[in-house]
């Protein structure tokens, strides 16, 4: 048995598939490859897979990761090969490496998230600056998820303009305290509808 990680890019019209479609096309291309996969237990086997983070609906990212379990030795220049031409177009494979099958889980071990943000609307670098500046001086930002309030400031652990169209930010994603870049952008009063948001890393703890 081993455990691999495949970092993986999900663009174009993907953008719009859920994480659970997502996680079927990778089964149907894993089959399709014909590796050997392990299964779990039960009435109801299903492919050993975890994705490491959901990924919102009408967002892209370059750095998705998911550990799948294989039951033979098979190395992960065997597992790209296998694996081109098995997907629809916007996912890409960027890395595979072998982890630990002891390491714990990799929902567990999400740290914080990287994106980028790309306006789409014309604001003057002075107006994106004020907005930045004003966030970034509040003490808390309060929210309101599924009906519960919760404090935005502290999960914004960095917040930086690259241009007058561009934003790069990184949010903390742990349990029960995840920040969610279409919620800086109501924090800085910017319609999420009016811009593009990329996810570009996600980082992971150490694993005990």
């Known amino acids: ?3 691999i990680r495949i970092t993986y890019a999900k663009m174009g019209w993907l953008k719009y598939t859920s994480n659970l479609d ?3 096309l990778w089964e149907r291309a894993l089959r399709r490859a ?3 996969l392990a299964y779990s237990q039960g ?3 299903k492919p050993r897979m975890n994705l490491a983070a959901p990924l919102p609906l009408g967002f892209t990212s370059s750095a998705e990761l998911i550990d799948i379990w294989f039951t033979e030795e098979i190395s992960t220049s065997e597992i790209q090969k296998r694996l081109i031409g098995m997907f629809p177009p916007g996912i890409r494979i960027q890395k595979t490496v072998q982890v630990d099958l002891s390491e714990a889980s990799l929902q567990s071990l999400v740290a914080a998230g990287e994106y980028n943000i790309q306006l789409l609307i014309d604001l003057s670098i002075e107006e994106l600056e004020s907005k930045v500046a004003t ?8 929210r309101t998820r599924r009906g519960k309030e919760y404090d ?5 652990e960095d917040l930086q303009i690259i241009n007058d169209k561009l934003l790069a930010i990184r949010l903390t994603m742990r349990p029960k305290a ?3 870049p279409e919620e800086l952008l109501n924090a800085l009063q910017i319609d999420p509808n009016e811009a593009c948001i990329e996810r570009t890393a996600i980082f992971l703890a150490v694993s005990s």
Do not use: E, F
């Open 152 to 156: 935005l400031r502290p999960l914004i």
């Open 43 to 45: 009435y109801h086997p």
């Open 1 to 3: 048995m081993i455990r």
């Open 22 to 24: 997502v996680q079927k």
């Open 34 to 36: 014909r590796l050997p």
């Open 178 to 180: 995840t920040g969610r």
């Open 135 to 142: 966030v970034l001086r509040s003490a808390s930002l309060i």
